[in-house]
């Protein structure tokens, strides 16, 4: 992975996962990189991410308010573009305040709340505009939005429910994919379950392993929707739903097809590599040792914005306080059990250079039984990052090249 913005490779991924959005007005590339080189790494790690949080804060309010002016001058097409940019900067400026110390910062609410606003002003100045939905789940709902195929089509459109991973939003999704998806034919149906966006921070619903049970109900809403062909019907997992996708197609058959970007076998797996144990052992490490968990833990946090990011993330979308409690809530999330189960074809994407779940995309696609195919992006495609970060025109080039060839 080359850095020429900065030195740590976590904020860089994050950087480049802003810049990209500009490919669908989301960000703007001299922003981005003036926004860049104002941030403060000399500093130790709190004050590094201080200055993370407080140059995207700026940037974004700066931003709303060009898009507050545009709409008042009468200009909605450039508040449009203002208000879509503004939502993402707030989204960016929220990344690494999450911890299980403090999950009721009010910062990380009222920065979700900004980017809402936003984004949904800029949704509703959007011609055609898009929906946005509620998804009876158990007794709740689970936010999202559905971007139809705007043509005089005589029968419903195939439809991808893409469902975002360990930190995504929605929102995210819409830049990412669902204005390529429709572009190309394609409903595109966006939500946030458990542990993901709003559903997480204003529910407080926390993640779950048995995924079945959120994507069935899914399923059920898209039933209802008349755009929605119900015999072609694909799920997209993106990142940590690389494993929640597949899990659900296990047991949901009214999917079609089936993509898992990057795949993952086994979340849990994953996440302990660096302790160079099998599986067997880290689980036995982990239920028997709590506090020598946590210990070394907050060791490898000192060292890693990554690890840090990971470390406190993570017990705060799962629902817990400490390291080990998360961890041991990771057990449960392979595939080991039910993998055959899965019938619809599937397909699975890998990058050269992963830098989360590196090897896992092999495990899962070595151990299907239904139609398959795996697709891995290089570095001399500059698509070697994790979900192709920073090359989404390749990677939805192809990602979805596959889906018509699969669904046609």
């Known amino acids: 992975m080359i850095n020429r913005f900065f030195k740590d490779q976590a904020l860089y991924f994050e950087y480049i996962r802003v810049i990209g959005k500009a490919l669908e007005h989301g960000a703007d590339v001299g922003e981005c990189i003036h926004t860049a080189q104002q941030i403060n790494e000399e500093g130790n790690m709190a004050e590094c991410l201080a200055s993370w949080h407080d140059e995207w804060r700026k940037l974004a309010e700066r931003i709303e308010v060009i898009g507050d002016e ?4 009468g200009h909605p097409i450039s508040a449009r573009d203002a208000y879509f940019r503004a939502a993402e900067y ?3 400026a929220d990344f690494f305040l999450h911890t299980p110390e403090n999950p009721d910062n009010p910062e990380v609410l009222d920065l979700w709340q900004k980017m809402h606003q936003c984004f949904n002003k800029a949704r509703e100045l959007h011609n055609p505009s898009f929906e946005a939905i509620k998804i009876p789940y158990e007794n709740t709902t689970l936010p999202g939005y559905l971007m139809t195929v705007q043509t005089g089509r005589e029968r419903p459109a195939p439809t991808v429910i893409v469902n975002t991973g360990f930190d995504g939003t929605a929102e995210e999704l819409v830049c990412h994919y669902g204005f390529d998806l429709v572009r190309r034919g394609y409903n595109a149906l ?3 379950g458990p542990g993901q966006g709003a559903a997480l921070r204003k529910q407080k619903l926390y993640f779950r392993p048995d995924w079945e049970k959120v994507i069935v109900r899914v399923v059920d809403y898209a039933l209802t929707r008349p755009e929605i062909d119900p015999d072609r019907i694909a799920l997209y997992g993106i990142s940590m739903g690389g494993y929640l996708a597949p899990r659900a197609a296990a047991y949901e058959h009214r999917l079609a097809a089936c993509i898992a970007n990057g795949g993952i076998f086994d979340f849990f797996e994953s996440n ?3 302790l160079g144990m099998t599986r067997d052992a880290a689980v036995e490490f982990v239920l028997s040792r709590p506090a020598e968990v946590d210990r070394v833990t907050r060791e490898a946090m000192m060292q890693s ?3 840090f990011w990971g470390s406190t993330h993570g017990p705060w979308a799962f629902g817990v306080k400490t390291s080990s409690e998360f961890m041991k809530k990771q057990i ?3 595939l080991k059990d039910c993998v055959e189960r899965i019938e619809c074809p599937m397909l699975v994407v890998d990058v050269e250079e992963e830098q989360f779940f ?6 899962l696609y070595d151990s299907l039984k239904c139609s398959k195919t795996k697709l891995v992006f290089h570095a001399a495609e500059g698509a070697e ?4 970060e920073g090359a989404l025109l390749l990677s939805n080039q192809r990602i979805f090249d596959w889906l018509d060839d699969t669904l046609r």
């Open 70 to 73: 545009c709409l008042s001058k």
């Open 90 to 92: 707030y989204r960016t």
């Open 190 to 192: 966006l939500f946030e």
């Open 272 to 274: 302990i590599s660096s």
């Open 358 to 363: 590196g090897g896992q995309a092999k495990k």
């Open 385 to 388: 990052l994790h979900c192709q």
């Open 305 to 307: 914005i990554q690890v």
């Open 332 to 334: 449960d999330y392979t």
